[in-house]
């Protein structure tokens, strides 16, 4: 093995697997969705953000949540959206809300599911909360020679 075929197996991750566990499938992932926005319409933080951005029917914005934990738990291809845009129209929506988020999201997944697979659920929305995080707070600096040369 060479160091650069090292590197770029580095840069080329492995692509995460499905999840092939007994229970785990759309009507699971639906559940977990609705019990899991249940609390987040409950919470005295979380609550009021998710009442401004929907009003009325809640059940399109939880099939296309269902949707999106299918694309990524099962990998079926099912979402079609774009999450990072509806956040980042998000205004009022502080770095500590996702702690919040993850908190109850980590509940309701223990929950649901059996320890190994509720920690697969977890594991996958840490780290798309981090993505989310990075897209709407993360800010370079200007760089001090960008504008003054």
Same mark, same amino acid.
């Not at 190994?116 to 996958?124: H, K, Q, S, Y």
């Given at each position: 093995?060479?160091?650069?075929?090292?590197?770029?197996?580095?840069?080329?991750?492995v692509?995460?697997?499905?999840?092939?566990?007994?229970?785990?499938?759309?009507?699971?992932?639906? #559940? =977990?969705?609705?019990?899991?926005? @249940?609390k987040?319409?409950?919470?005295?933080? /979380?609550?009021?953000?998710? %009442?401004? !951005?929907?009003?009325?029917?809640?059940?399109?914005?939880?099939?296309?949540?269902?949707?999106?934990?299918?694309?990524?738990?099962?990998?079926?291809?099912?979402?079609?959206?774009?999450?990072?845009?509806?956040?980042? #129209? =998000?205004?009022?929506?502080?770095? @500590?809300?996702?702690?919040?988020?993850?908190? /109850?999201?980590?509940?309701? %997944?223990? !929950?649901?599911?059996?320890?190994?697979t509720?920690?697969?659920?977890?594991?996958?929305?840490?780290?798309?909360?981090?993505?989310?995080?990075?897209?709407?707070?993360?800010?370079?600096?200007?760089?001090?020679?960008?504008?003054?040369?």
């Amino acid at each position: 093995m060479t160091l650069k075929s090292t590197l770029a197996d580095r840069a080329h991750p492995v692509a995460e697997q499905p999840l092939n566990h007994a229970g785990v499938d759309r009507t699971s992932i639906g #559940k =977990l969705v609705r019990e899991f926005y @249940a609390k987040v319409r409950q919470h005295q933080r /979380l609550g009021p953000i998710f %009442a401004r !951005e929907i009003t009325g029917d809640w059940e399109p914005h939880l099939e296309k949540m269902t949707d999106f934990w299918c694309s990524v738990i099962l990998k079926s291809g099912d979402y079609h959206g774009r999450p990072v845009p509806a956040h980042l #129209k =998000l205004k009022d929506v502080t770095e @500590a809300d996702f702690e919040i988020w993850l908190a /109850l999201f980590r509940q309701t %997944a223990a !929950e649901l599911f059996a320890p190994e697979t509720a920690a697969v659920f977890v594991d996958r929305a840490e780290r798309i909360a981090t993505s989310l995080k990075l897209a709407m707070f993360f800010r370079l600096a200007p760089s001090a020679t960008a504008g003054g040369q």
